[in-house]
Every structure is written in structure tokens, then in C-alpha cells.
């Protein structure tokens, strides 16, 4: 075995963390000394003596050819840290998972990935909301980074991928258990598109609860910035959000109804210095991203096809409000919005204010 595949072995021992496994590395000089370290030695550098018991059971309990060849067997990756393929934005970070099990795959591009979270029990506002932002950021060639649960999570899924984008979906568990049950279709979806499904834990680990913020870390972590859309103060959302200011990411919230619960995580964020988000412009404004001023880049990203064809037909003649263009054109508001938005950077179209839009 090389130095690599010692490394997941060690990650692969859920009691041992990144931090953890950072000082025995630095300590006992690489991956397989760590993996082959006496019981003395450990005990010597403070770890509890349960610890390191429980430690050479592992050890000596796990057949590592076997638990690589079943690994191939399931089409499931490692990446370690020191590999190539480890995501950018995520190498950075104190607290970042020293190995990652993949299902699909990880591209250069992830580097602009904007993740979307908030509650699992979302209003129709909301959904309204995730839709659109997410359909918006797929249609620019932004990764769309959430944690595959019900309510936001889900919906900003399965709307990047109805406008063709990319997602990446954070579990909570071992890679080869989806949950809840009932999205897993959604998962296997985002591989069939390209996209890819990934963990910090261990195939066969059943999602705990106290797994969720370390899960929420690196939601955050993989992108560039996050927004939060929906969520009561004393919940996940805020975790991931405060998981996105400690790490140095832009944090936008969603603006809701002032008499919603689900409204106060939102709002309690843009109140502690979050961005009030309104468009997908103002992630753009804000991060800088190319895509912005790159008019190339948007035509290779977002090609011309029949949606823009009828829409600058629809305009031809004079400006419109986005419900007049609906009613004209007999598509949804939806697609019209994130449609426009790509055509507005392309220079085909403009927003003149109020809703309104012209041909240029």
C-alpha cells in the first residue's frame, strides 16, 4: 500500500478527525507510521487510552485490499487532500475533510459553485425563490452546492438541473446511503447530469444528527458564497452560515414576509452584516465572477436556442413586463426570468426598471 491509501485508512477511523490526524502526521512523520504505530507511542502523545484501543481493534479488525477492491466495486472515489482533484476552494480550510468518497465526479469549474440551503420545511415563497436563483445560477455555468435534504435543498437540486446546470450534494452519512429514502432518485439524477455526490464519511455510516454541522462546514467550504433563503433562527441554516462567515464566504439572505417564521434566519443574517440578496446580479456584483463581463464565456456557457429565439420575437416590437411576456409567449415565469438574465448578460436584451424588459 502506498502513502495515500494509509492516509484514507486513518480517515476511514471516524474517531480520529482532520485536526487529529494532522498532529499524528506531523508527529510520526507520514500516513503509515501513523497506521502502524504501537500502542505506547499513542498513548504517549495523549490520546486516551479508550481511544486507542478502540483504535488498534480497527485496525486490526479492517481488511484494507478488501475495503479498496469494494470501493471500486460501488464506483465510489477517494480524493485526499494532497491529490489534484481536491476541491480548491475547500483545500484552504483549517477544519477541511483530509479524504472525500465520491460518487460521480468533481471538474475545474466547481471553483464557481454558489451553495443554497434553509429549511427543510419551506413556505411556497420560498420555493418560489430557491427556483428561480438556482435555474439562474445553473443557466450562467455556476455549480449549485447543497445537502440533498427536503425543502430548499431539494428544490435548488432539482431546479439546476432542469436548466441543464451542475450540482454537487453533500451527505450527512456514508456515501452509498442517500437520505432521507425518498430523494434518492434526485441524487442518482445529479450523477447521471454530471454532477457528484460526496462525504467526509465512510461507505456504510448511517447519517447522526450531530453529523449535520460538520456536513454544513462543507457545504459552505465548496463555495464561493452562500445563500440562504429560508429558516427559523435556531436551526441548521444558521450554522451553515456562520460556517461560511468563519471561513472568509460572502453570506447573502434572502429578504421574506416580516410575519414568518421562516423568515427569521434571513433576516436575523442581513440584520449581523449578511447581503440582502434580490437578484442573481448581486452575486455577481459581489463576487466579481467572469461570467459577468465575459460575454464569450456566457455564449459558449449558455447557447443561443429556441427559448431566446421567442423571446426577443416577443420583444421585437416593444418593451414588456415579465408577466406580459408570459402570457405572450406561453412559458413560465420561471424560465422567462433566468432566461433573461443570460440574455441581459449577452447584451440581447435589457431590464429598464420594474420588471420591464427590451429588446437592445
Known amino acids: 500500500m502506498n502513502e495515500r491509501e494509509y492516509l484514507i485508512a486513518l480517515a476511514s477511523f471516524m474517531s480520529f478527525g482532520p485536526a487529529r490526524i494532522k498532529l499524528m502526521l506531523s508527529y510520526f512523520g507520514s500516513a503509515k507510521k501513523t497506521w502502524d504505530v504501537q500502542k505506547e507511542d499513542l498513548l504517549e502523545i495523549g490520546l486516551k487510552e479508550q481511544s486507542v484501543n478502540d483504535f488498534i481493534k480497527y485496525r486490526e479488525g479492517i481488511e484494507l485490499p478488501k475495503y479498496f477492491n469494494d470501493l471500486k466495486r460501488h464506483s465510489i472515489g477517494c480524493i485526499t487532500i494532497n491529490d ?134 462543507i457545504i459552505s467550504g465548496l463555495s464561493k458564497a452562500v445563500i440562504v433563503v429560508e429558516g427559523m433562527i435556531k436551526s441548521g441554516t444558521i450554522h451553515t452560515a456562520k460556517h461560511a462567515a468563519d471561513q472568509g464566504r460572502q453570506v447573502f439572505a434572502v429578504p421574506g414576509q416580516i410575519t414568518s417564521p421562516m423568515s427569521g434566519a434571513p433576516h436575523y443574517l442581513i440584520k449581523n452584516g449578511a447581503r440582502m440578496l434580490t437578484d442573481v446580479k448581486d452575486i455577481l456584483d459581489e463576487l466579481d465572477m467572469q461570467l459577468k463581463v465575459d460575454k464569450d464565456i456566457v455564449e459558449r456557457v449558455m447557447p443561443s436556442d429556441i427559448y431566446e429565439e421567442k423571446l426577443i420575437e416577443v420583444l421585437a416590437n416593444e418593451p414588456l413586463y415579465i408577466d406580459e411576456i408570459g402570457r405572450i409567449s406561453g412559458l413560465t415565469v420561471s424560465t422567462i426570468s433566468s432566461k433573461l438574465t443570460v440574455m441581459e448578460l449577452k447584451g440581447m436584451v435589457k431590464n429598464i426598471g420594474g420588471g420591464i424588459y427590451r429588446k437592445c
Request: proline letters at 5%; a positive charge; one cysteine or more.
Open 84 to 217: 489534484h482533484e481536491y476541491p480548491q476552494n475547500l483545500r484552504g480550510l483549517g477544519d477541511a475533510p483530509l479524504v472525500l468518497y465520491l460518487r460521480g465526479r468533481l471538474i475545474s469549474s466547481d471553483i464557481n459553485s454558489v451553495a443554497i440551503v434553509g429549511s427543510r420545511k419551506m413556505t411556497s415563497y420560498g420555493r418560489e425563490v430557491t427556483e428561480r436563483l438556482s435555474r439562474e445560477l445553473a443557466s450562467l455555468g455556476i455549480t449549485v452546492v447543497s445537502g440533498l435534504a427536503f425543502g430548499i435543498d431539494i428544490t435548488a437540486h432539482r431546479s439546476a438541473l432542469e436548466a441543464d446546470g451542475r450540482c454537487v450534494a453533500v451527505l450527512a452519512s456514508g456515501i452509498d446511503i442517500i437520505t432521507p429514502r425518498s430523494n434518492e432518485w434526485l441524487g442518482l439524477e445529479i450523477i447521471k447530469k454530471g454532477g457528484a455526490i460526496i462525504s467526509e464519511y465512510p461507505p456504510g455510516v448511517i447519517p447522526q444528527k450531530y453529523f449535520f454541522p460538520y456536513r454544513n462546514r
